[in-house]
């Protein structure tokens, strides 16, 4: 019964690989975002969909491609990954017009 | 443009005393402003959040928080530590400038608590 889960927990790979991360959300809700948490835990979103339709992107490399196969999914694919994209990844999602945001666990990922 | 400043990056109590964990806003309008908490390896969990109602917030946990115009300050406290408090707690804010309503951060204050 999670609200907000994400898969993999933890992702650990070489530079220059391609990885995908996952987060689906049963709450109902129709705007999902997707935060990055770098080693000083400091946290800054990266992207927003509401309704599958992109609406934030915070001029975050093209490396970085969120898709968003239905309101309930917002997937993130990394393309080339580089040593600082190693980080925690957090989901979000809310309700249109809310503006309390429920975070999922989080994807730990380690490039090497 | 909003922000939110975290006065403090540590702060360390004994178990059973106050807390206070400082954060102070910056908002062209009135903001609505969180509280997060991030135990070790967790994910971010709400504590309490303030949308121009009551100034004085509580939250989860014993937690609660006083939102003060005039000192544009949103501080954080609770009467009686516990082992468990220790984490992460970040202040956010709300950026209403588009209907997104992205969540903008503070540095974080990690809370420790010895015995």
Redesign the interface.
């Given at each position: 019964d999670t609200a907000v889960s994400q898969t993999p927990k933890y992702l650990v790979t070489q530079m220059g690989n391609d990885k995908s991360i996952k987060c689906e959300q049963n709450l109902g809700h129709d705007?999902m975002?997707w935060?990055k948490q770098d080693s000083?835990?400091?946290?800054?979103?990266m992207f927003?969909y509401?309704n599958k339709e992109l609406?934030?992107n915070?001029t975050v490399p093209n490396r970085f491609s969120p898709k968003s196969p239905d309101k309930a999914h917002l997937n993130l694919h990394i393309n080339s990954l580089e040593l600082g994209d190693s980080a925690v990844y957090?989901c979000?999602s809310?309700t249109?017009?809310?503006?309390?945001?429920?975070?999922?666990?989080?994807t730990?990922l380690l490039v090497l | 443009a909003q922000s939110v400043t975290q006065l403090d990056s540590h702060v360390s109590v004994s178990e059973g005393t106050p807390v206070l964990l400082r954060c102070n806003y910056s908002s062209s309008y009135s903001p609505s402003l969180f509280w997060y908490v991030q135990h070790p390896n967790k994910g971010l969990q709400l504590l309490l959040k303030y949308t121009s109602a009551a100034t004085l917030v509580k939250g989860i946990n014993g937690f609660e928080a006083e939102f003060k115009k005039s000192e544009t300050s949103f501080h954080l406290t609770k009467p009686s530590a516990h082992m468990s408090d220790a984490a992460e707690y970040f202040c956010v804010v709300s950026d209403r400038q588009d209907s997104s309503y992205k969540l903008i951060f503070g540095s974080g204050t990690r809370l420790l608590v010895r015995p």
């Open positions: 705007t975002y935060y000083k835990k400091f946290l800054k979103i927003s509401n609406i934030i915070e957090f979000a809310k249109q017009g809310a503006e309390t945001q429920y975070f999922g666990p989080g730990r | -």
